[in-house]
């Protein structure tokens, strides 16, 4: 089982820069595919990037492709998320998940789930 607790939100200004990580407990955390998701208010909650359990695949969303960047840290254990040129659009809260399964943009295929981390973006 593993527990992923997500920190590194906070509020910046458009063109800037955060790297989320997500601590996740639990000694089989190498195993798990991880992903980040994130949720604005009033929208669906929405894929960002996924990597696999070595860290050699990595996938992202069109709307973040070439600005943010997924990686992980198996003997932290933790997963990062890197994003540069923020834009207000990628206001929202960010999630961190584990998969059993292979990288996969279904959230509904991810077992655990951390309570997320807030980003803010001012024009």
């Known amino acids: 089982q593993v527990q992923p607790v997500e920190s590194g939100g906070g509020l910046v200004q458009a063109g800037g820069s955060l790297r989320l990580s997500c601590a996740a407990s639990?000694?089989?955390?190498?195993?798990?595919?991880m992903g980040w998701f994130r949720q604005a208010p009033g929208k669906e909650r929405e894929f960002v990037a996924t990597?696999?359990?070595?860290?050699?695949?990595?996938n992202y969303a069109d709307s973040v492709k070439g600005r943010f960047t997924i990686s992980r840290d198996n003997a932290k254990p933790t997963v990062y998320l890197q994003m540069n040129s923020l834009k207000p659009e990628d206001t929202a809260v960010y999630y961190c998940?584990?998969?059993?399964?292979?990288?996969?943009?279904?959230?509904?295929?991810?077992?655990?789930w951390g309570q997320g981390t807030q980003v803010t973006v001012s024009s």
């Open positions: 639990g000694r089989t955390f190498s195993i798990y595919a």
């Open positions: 998940a584990a998969s059993r399964g292979t990288p996969t943009r279904l959230d509904s295929l991810y077992d655990y």
């Open positions: 990597i696999s359990w070595s860290g050699g695949s990595t």
